[in-house]
């Protein structure tokens, strides 16, 4: 971590420390409508507003444009509302909302088709097994059958026609899940459980970056061999957080801010690495330091959407509808 990325840090702690204090005095409303800061960054620039400030989702391309359903926002309400991007025209519409308000969900595409997997509607309930599927030529809704198991915090990634489900709070087990567009099957469970994770497909293989267990970050790197049903540990691991922007940008593994949860202690940052398969760099920070967001590859491009510029239970005050894209 630069010298630089370690004064945004403090920052940010100092700010969570100042946020758990107003909290407590009843000055919410007043640190609620700080504006949030956003930096100058390299490579980095920033699209049209969502039209909803919201966070802990999951979205996916399908047809060229982004799609983000449900997610938290509010005072740490659930939204079923789904918003979508056009990246040529700079512009967002709001499509048909979900069948169910969802948070910590995971969303990927196969075949022309979204879908939503898991998530939550309230922090007490058990994770959900609901799969959504989205039709964007109808733009409706269709629920099919369960997952085997609920899931919370976990990742969908699409590979190869299929979808694999990795990591995540689980009601059952923590096998990896394989959907083929018509049914689910089990694979080898992940050897280090965790939520808040980021995931995607590098190499034929299943990447699985960091996230935490237990309140607890953990900076684990591990690969899915979807061929041999079988993983392996991967001896190189970034900054440890969780709640971070993760996809596959060209061939190489982009992870970008991230948290820790601790009201009074945590953080949020705005560090952002690269995986070549190899080796971590660190290269041109996020604009803002959050987690929580929407991350997507388009175009070549790493688009980070929404998420809160604040951690754990401070979220609420600090949700985001900031659209930030980085071309390498």
Known sequence: MSEDDGDRTLLTRRRAIAGGGLLA????????????????????????????????????????????????????????????????????????????????????????????????????????????????????????????????????????????????????????LIFDGETWDRGEPIPTPRDHLAAGALDDRVLTVSGRWDGDNDPTVEAYDPDADAWEAIDAAPTPRSGTAGTVVDGRFHLGGGEDPAVVTGWTTDSHEVFDGEEWTTVPELPLSLHGPTAVSYDGAFYVVGGAWRQGALSATAWSDRTFVYEP
């Open 25 to 176: 005095l009843g000055g919410a409303t007043a640190w609620a409508f700080r504006p949030a800061p956003v930096d100058d960054s390299e490579g980095w620039s920033e699209r049209a507003t969502m039209p909803t400030e919201r966070g802990e989702m999951n979205g996916a391309v399908l047809e060229d444009r982004i799609h983000v359903p449900g997610g938290l926002t509010g005072l740490g309400d659930t939204t079923d509302r789904m918003d979508i991007y056009d990246p040529v025209a700079d512009e967002w519409e709001n499509a048909a909302s979900m069948p169910e308000p969802l948070n910590h969900h995971a969303a990927a595409t196969i075949e022309d088709v979204l879908y939503v997997v898991g998530g939550n509607r309230e922090f007490d309930d058990p994770p959900e097994d609901h799969v959504f599927e989205y039709d964007p030529d109808a733009d409706a809704w269709t629920e099919r059958g369960p997952l085997p198991e609920g899931r919370w915090g976990h990742e969908l990634v699409a590979y190869d026609g299929r979808l694999y489900l990795v990591g995540g709070h689980t009601t059952d087990s923590h096998d990896v």
